[in-house]
């Protein structure tokens, strides 16, 4: 199972940038769908953005399409979220997540499919 790090975030204005990282230590992370969720709060959690394992494929919510982009270098075991022209909406504690084996050719966005979880960090955008 992977253990995942998660560093990055912290406090922007609205339209700013920031970029996430989430890096596995045991390696194993390139076998794996990833994705990066959102928790508000009084909210539940929710997908943001996701890439499959066996073909790269990327999907996003509706509320960061355009903004967001979620890559992943397997080499360095390593998963981002870039994320642009910020919005106080988009204010929540963000946490990256590997899926179980058997999502390798899809991205779930129900966070019940995700077996390993980052710490979240905190992302805050002031208007």
């Given at each position: 199972?992977?253990q995942?790090?998660?560093?990055?975030?912290?406090?922007?204005q609205?339209?700013?940038?920031?970029?996430?990282?989430?890096?596995d230590?045991?390696?194993a992370?390139?076998?794996?769908?990833?994705?990066?969720?959102?928790?508000?709060?009084?909210?539940?959690r929710?997908?943001?953005?996701?890439?499959?394992?066996?073909?790269?494929?990327?999907?996003?919510?509706?509320?960061?399409?355009?903004r967001f982009?979620?890559?992943?270098?397997?080499?360095?075991?390593?998963?981002?979220?870039?994320?642009?022209?910020?919005?106080p909406?988009?204010?929540?504690?963000?946490?990256?997540?590997?899926a179980?084996?058997?999502?390798?050719?899809?991205?779930?966005?129900?966070?019940?499919?995700?077996?390993?979880?980052?710490?979240?960090?905190?992302?805050?955008?002031?208007?």
């Open positions: 199972q992977v995942l790090v998660q560093s990055g975030g912290g406090l922007v609205a339209g700013a940038s920031l970029r996430l990282s989430c890096v230590s045991t390696r992370l390139s076998k794996h769908t990833v994705g990066w969720f959102r928790q508000a709060p009084g909210k539940e929710e997908f943001a953005a996701g890439i499959s394992q066996i073909d790269g494929e990327t999907i996003y919510a509706d509320s960061v399409k355009g982009t979620i890559s992943r270098d397997n080499t360095k075991n390593t998963i981002y979220l870039q994320m642009n022209s910020l919005k909406e988009d204010t929540a504690v963000y946490y990256c997540a590997a179980a084996a058997r999502y390798y050719s899809i991205v779930p966005v129900t966070p019940v499919a995700y077996n390993s979880w980052g710490q979240g960090t905190q992302v805050t955008v002031s208007s």
